[in-house]
């Protein structure tokens, strides 16, 4: 069984008949059915502060992308406001793109974290960070200070993954979300790239368990592990999603799904259902071949209209 789910994570088969506890996990598909209970319609009497603040550090020099697929996805997926902390070499270009989000920028070299703290720890309920941070020269200084003073859900991207330390784990004091793919957690753990080719699940959750953290293995069938020991499957998504900026996307879905207050478990199955979604409706109009992580923003409407019909065809 454990060998039949492992094909199914990875892309190389169809999904096993039942899912079960033969390899000692709580493991769950995510389907339709489960994300239209999540996702609910908004009530009337609601107001930006009703969905959320999201905060985003992230993007860097050459990667400014980032930071703009953040902010564009979060503003799509119902966040009421979202922030972007970035530096000064890429502040033009971020609040050019995401032109409703608000931006703060700072120089990297004479950074005040006092400043820090008030733009984004005190503003945010709840912040993402790492994503295209990799020219960020400070950029583990700024990790390590939202690790610690941060007490808000924290969600963890790409550098901000690399830049992990073992006491950050072992001491951080926020809901912590981290989001890699294969290679980045295989890095993370100190293994060899062919380390997750087996016992995905098994793997996946005693991270999470250990660690205290949820995880959302990124892959052709993405998983999410979380501390209290269940795990689940994703059902959506396609080849088509390979490319640069698609974990961008999913990581501003993520944080806006949190900041409207939706409980983590749930928040995470519902974004990385409706990031699938969207690719696979984008793949239905541009292919799989040219498909970009804009078109997953671009498609996350109908996505969203989609989960909340009574059925999706």
Known sequence: M????????????EAPDVLTEDIGLKISLTEHRDVKKIIKKRNRDSHKGTYGRVGILSGSKGMAGAAVLNCNAALRSGSGIVK?????????IVESMAIEAITYAFKEESIQF??????LVQFSDVIATGSGAANMKRYG???????????????????????????????????MVLTPHYGEMARLVKKGA???????????AEFAYE??????LKGARTVIASPQGHSYVNTTGNPGMATAGSGDVLTGIIAALIGQRIEITDALRAAVYIHGLAGDIGSRYVGEYSLIAGDII??????????????YT
């Open 194 to 204: 062919d380390y997750f080719r087996k016992d995905i699940i098994k793997k996946a």
């Open 141 to 175: 200084e700024l990790l390590e200070f939202l690790v610690r003073n941060s007490q808000k859900p924290l969600i963890i991207d790409a550098e901000g993954i690399n830049l992990m330390t073992p006491d950050m784990l072992r001491n951080h004091r926020q809901v």
């Open 2 to 13: 454990a060998g039949d789910i492992d094909k199914y994570i990875l892309g190389l088969s």
């Open 114 to 119: 006092d400043d820090l703290d008030r733009e």
């Open 211 to 216: 660690n205290n953290v949820y995880l959302v």
């Open 298 to 311: 671009r498609y996350l409407p109908e996505a969203f209209k989609a989960v909340m019909r009574a059925e």
């Open 84 to 92: 972007a902390c970035v530096t000064e070499e890429i502040y033009g």
